[in-house]
């Protein structure tokens, strides 16, 4: 089965490593040649902003965000120019759909951390034009946008600063979706009150399976799907049941996790958002050429055909229509 995944940190891991594409790399866990051998339809290619601790605990050089930025969007690029006959950038539904009719792979641009918009509306706008199509608005420090997720409580109830507020307006009329992933409590209910259009989470999971800040409360999820969101599984470990220090990834995880989407939201909000080159374990599907389990694991759990093909892609689909 076709599918998209919302998320993938490949870019950060090729740049780590000097690669100057991602056609080809087998010690990643997505490349280009893999995504189209396990069916995928559109990746979202996120530029994830790592803090300057992490990437001195990394061993990544330090440098200005918009060079850094800029160094990840080459690598895109360069994929894009040398394997145009497999794979082509797309910004909107149909532009996925006019690659998939040619035959190729559509490569969406994304952003993980906001911090480099700097509070600047111009940014916002200059990040659009150069392609970015879907904006994390935080990764797990407090930015111009507003407070991330924390085990903190005043943290965690913090809401969208003055200009987060602005931004997601401008959001809106830009055509740039919304992402929440990795945003406080406050923060997600104040995207679900000011939003005109759905929004997503990319790749984020259910709180009551999962006790981690970074899933996403019942009511959360009832909250998006009403405003006809869409939420990624994530595929890491940590993410998944009750002990959050699990370092093993299965399908059947993968599936509770899906199938609580479906109750809480309803069969429009769940979608795939792996996580994959940001983060590891013990995996049962450790790399994009093995996305078929999940739809294996799905039938066999008793997921209806139509049901599997929102997950898979419609429900991303429909959202990207909607709002990009």
Not at 54 to 71: H, T
Not at 93 to 116: H, P, Y
Not at 204 to 222: A, Q
Request: hydrophobic share 40%.
């Amino acid at each position: 089965m076709n599918y998209i995944d919302m998320h993938c940190d490949t870019l950060m891991t090729a740049w780590g490593k000097q690669w100057p594409d991602i056609y080809d790399r087998p010690e990643m866990m997505v490349d280009i040649r893999r995504l189209v051998r396990g069916g995928c339809k559109a990746q979202f290619f996120a530029i994830f902003l790592p803090s300057p601790k992490m990437k001195e605990r990394m061993g990544l050089a330090q440098m200005d965000d918009d060079d850094y930025i800029n160094q990840l969007a080459t690598i895109f690029r360069t994929t894009l120019n040398h394997h145009g006959d497999i794979v082509a950038q797309a910004g909107n539904l149909a532009q996925v759909r006019e690659n998939a009719n040619a035959g190729r792979l559509s490569a969406i641009l994304t952003m993980e951390d906001g911090r480099s918009v700097d509070g600047k509306m111009e940014k916002l706008e200059h990040y659009y034009n150069m392609g970015v199509r879907v904006i994390g608005l935080t990764w797990n420090q407090e930015n111009c946008f507003g407070a991330p997720n924390s085990t903190d409580p005043t943290i965690m109830a913090k809401g969208l600063t003055n200009f987060g507020k602005d931004a997601i307006v401008r959001m809106n009329e830009l055509g740039m979706g919304v992402d929440v992933s990795h945003l406080s409590d406050g923060g997600f209910w104040d995207v679900a009150n000011l939003t005109k259009k759905p929004f997503f989470a990319t790749h984020s999971n259910c709180r009551s399976l999962n006790p981690h800040p970074r899933s996403m409360t019942d009511e959360m999820i009832r909250a998006l799907a009403d405003k006809g969101g869409v939420m990624g599984v994530n595929f890491c470990p940590a993410f998944l049941v009750q002990d959050v220090e699990n370092n093993r990834a299965t399908c059947d995880m993968l599936v509770a996790q899906l199938r609580h989407m479906v109750n809480i939201g309803g069969a429009d909000c769940a979608a795939i958002g792996t996580d994959f080159d940001g983060m590891g374990g013990d995996l049962e599907i450790a790399s994009a050429d093995q996305m078929p389990k999940l739809f294996i694991a799905l039938e066999r759990a008793g997921f209806t055909p139509h049901q599997m093909e929102k997950i898979a892609f419609a429900n991303a689909e429909r959202v990207m229509a909607d709002v990009l």
